[in-house]
Nanobody, 124 residues
Framework: QVQLAESGGGLVQAGGSLRISCEAS????????LGWFRQTPGKEREFVAA????????YYSDSVKGRFIISRDNAKNTLYLQMSSLKPDDTGVYYC?????????????????WGQGTQVTVSS
């Protein structure tokens, strides 16, 4: 079992940038594919980005493609999401997720472990 803890959320103006992180508890971090999801009040949690075991393959939702970059540092057991050109619609609680799969799922149900989330607020 892996425990995940997000950090780095905050308040940023539209057009700005922010990097959030997710630190994992296990030294076998490299055995998990990872993803970022976000949720706003009244809406279901939506897929944002995912990354393969080695970090060589990445996947993005259409709404963030070209603005966000997902990356991982297996030596530091840490997942990152670099967010640029932020919009008010990017506001939400961002969750990292992990799964022991060969390919990174692009849906919530594919992940087994979740962090508690970090709030990102983009002001207009």
């Amino acid at each position: 079992q892996v425990q995940l803890a997000e950090s780095g959320g905050g308040l940023v103006q539209a057009g700005g940038s922010l990097r959030i992180s997710c630190e994992a508890s296990r030294h076998t971090f490299s055995n998990y594919v990872l993803g970022w999801f976000r949720q706003t009040p009244g809406k279901e949690r939506e897929f944002v980005a995912a990354i393969s075991l080695s970090g060589g393959s990445t996947y993005y939702s259409d709404s963030v493609k070209g603005r966000f970059i997902i990356s991982r540092d297996n030596a530091k057991n840490t997942l990152y999401l670099q967010m640029s050109s932020l919009k008010p619609d990017d506001t939400g609680v961002y969750y990292c997720a992990a799964a022991q799969e060969l390919q990174a799922p692009l849906v919530e149900s594919g992940y087994h472990y979740w962090g508690q989330g970090t709030q990102v607020t983009v002001s207009s």
